[in-house]
């Protein structure tokens, strides 16, 4: 599965970018997706993950209530809307698949691991401005 990633770029503390993954795959829908980002000098983090259908998001507290993970299967995308951003959420972000058999109980205490993730798009840098 290759995954493109795009949607970066500069904004404003305050403002709003929408991330996009696309992943020409016709087993799209069978792998559950996440976001991650990676700030300069530190760990690659978690930041959210959807179901296979898109009907379970799951998210991290820095990001909860700001940010929206979805998916459209017929398109094989996942977005990332990010709202009120913050200079702290400068980073490159990456979206990323995970093969969980469907069906499987999900979200687990695993979903912000990224060594369970199979595959990764090359990401896109996202800088908020104060």
């Known amino acids: 599965v290759q995954l493109q990633a795009s949607g970066g770029g500069l904004a404003q503390a305050g403002g709003a970018l929408r991330l996009s993954c696309a992943a020409p795959?016709?087993?799209?829908?069978?792998?559950?997706m996440g976001w991650f980002r990676q700030a300069p000098g530190k760990k690659r983090e978690f930041v959210a993950a959807i179901s296979w259908g898109g009907g379970i998001t799951f998210y991290a507290d820095s990001v909860k209530g700001r940010f929206a993970i979805s998916r459209d299967n017929a398109k094989n995308a996942v977005y990332l809307q990010m709202n009120s951003l913050k200079p702290e959420d400068t980073a490159v972000y990456y979206c990323a698949a995970d093969r969980v058999p469907f069906g499987s109980a999900w979200p687990t205490t695993r979903v912000g691991i990224a060594d369970d993730y199979d595959y990764w798009g090359q990401g896109t840098l996202v800088t908020v401005s104060s």
């Open positions: 795959a016709r087993t799209f829908s069978t792998y559950c």
